[in-house]
């Protein structure tokens, strides 16, 4: 499937919709995974992870999804989550992933690299296409290496809102207040009261319907949470990897 240069629109006609798969990649600050999907979005096979590679300039990641990539099945198309702000395939930010991100064209080199079309989001904005019903205000936040954030209105995205380094409490960031870092160095319980304060500051700032809470520290809430709030399994940063061909 991955002899011919495809564009996204040889892909997406009707008559060949259902052999279309997707190979998505989450990248993190701390572990890069790829999972193959078909064209609903139902994972074909295992996930697989490698660690994000130290320094994690953007040639040693591309390393690490070649790496990755030969372990799959062919695929037809490609989904990255992207662990800072991207606008049209670039990546503009990367703190805690390498300087060198800032201006990349990932969404570029990946093509030439793969010889298929690739679409690349912020990684919480595609754990938001995994999890949100499409109804009303809903609010997804990440808690992993970093402070993810993503809002939707009615299903649809609004671009590029990073919640992570805009000052929370104490002249500190979300992502300093809540990132994994501080977790290890704080522990579990303040940590928690922590993440209580946040939310009811968000509650209050968006007023949304339905708040999701996906990541791999989500694991370590012990908060009693509202009817309104979900904790989503992080394997929606790859699930969620399909939304970015839905439109
Ligand atoms: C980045 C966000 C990202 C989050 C989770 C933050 O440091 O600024 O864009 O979504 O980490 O990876």
Redesign the pocket.
């Known amino acids: 499937m991955l002899t011919a240069q495809k564009s996204a629109a040889d892909i997406q006609t009707p008559a060949n919709q259902q052999l279309v798969t997707t190979l998505a990649i989450d990248i ?2 701390s572990g890069i995974k790829v999972i193959l999907l078909d064209s609903e979005g139902t994972p074909i096979g295992e996930r697989a992870r490698l660690k994000t590679p130290s320094p994690a300039t953007p040639d040693a990641v591309m390393d690490t999804i070649s790496k990755l990539i030969a372990g799959q099945p062919s695929f037809d198309r490609v989904s990255v989550g992207f ?3 991207v606008r049209n395939g670039i990546t503009y ?1 990367a ?2 992933l390498d300087k060198a991100w800032v201006g990349y064209p990932l969404a570029e080199r990946l093509t030439q690299q793969l010889n298929c079309p690739v679409k690349v989001a ?3 904005d595609i754990q938001g296409f995994g999890a949100i019903s499409g109804k009303g205000v809903e609010l997804v936040i ?1 808690l ?6 993503a809002l939707f209105v009615d299903g649809h995205l609004v671009p590029n809102l ?1 919640m ?2 805009h000052r929370f409490r104490k002249n500190e960031s979300y ?1 300093e207040q809540l990132g994994r870092a501080t977790l290890e160095k704080i522990g579990k319980e303040k940590w928690n009261r922590r993440l209580q304060k946040a939310l009811n500051s968000l509650e209050h700032l968006f007023n949304y319907d339905r708040l999701y809470i996906g990541g791999g520290e989500a694991k370590n809430i012990t908060l009693k949470l509202p009817s309104n709030t979900t904790i989503v399994p992080n394997v929606l940063g790859l699930l969620g990897g399909i939304g970015l061909w839905g439109e």
């Open positions: 993190g600050g662990p800072g702000v930010t703190v805690n912020n990684d919480a990440t992993g290496t970093g402070f993810g954030s990073e992570a380094h992502e």
